[in-house]
């Protein structure tokens, strides 16, 4: 399991008080590739912090012995439709607009040198 605890050193303790610093959420904006404004920093500190905090909250729940559920309801199944084809191939018809095709595929001029 990925624990982003030990990858950004943000709270290495379980149940420590999660405080992200503004280089911590300079560094997630960055590798997020988010633009935070110096007044949005705070904001972001703040709700990252409380995210971060309910993470470890349900990191500490007792979960032993607990069976993966394929449905969060009890006796409810998800009902699955026949794997059978529905529509014909229409590949050539479709193809028959394009300029140049060659091998079922449409073939276009390069752009990136």
Same mark, same amino acid.
């Given at each position: 399991m990925y624990d982003f605890r030990q990858v950004f050193g943000i709270f290495p !303790?379980?149940?420590a008080i999660v405080t992200l610093t503004r280089r911590? *959420? #300079?560094? !997630?904006? $960055?590798l997020a590739r988010l633009e935070i404004t110096e007044e949005e920093l705070p904001v972001y500190a703040g709700s990252l912090s409380r995210i971060l905090g309910f !993470?470890?909250?349900?990191?500490?729940?007792p979960t #032993?012995?607990?069976?993966?559920?394929? $449905?969060?309801l009890e006796n409810q199944v998800q009902t699955l439709r026949d794997? !059978? *084809?529905t529509e014909s191939d229409h590949r050539d018809r479709y193809q028959g607009n394009a300029p140049v095709v060659g091998a079922g595929l449409y073939l276009v001029p390069k752009v990136i040198e």
């Open positions: !303790i379980p149940g911590d *959420v #300079e560094a !997630i904006a $960055h !993470i470890d909250q349900l990191a500490a729940a #032993e012995g607990v069976e993966p559920m394929a $449905h969060p794997d !059978i *084809v």
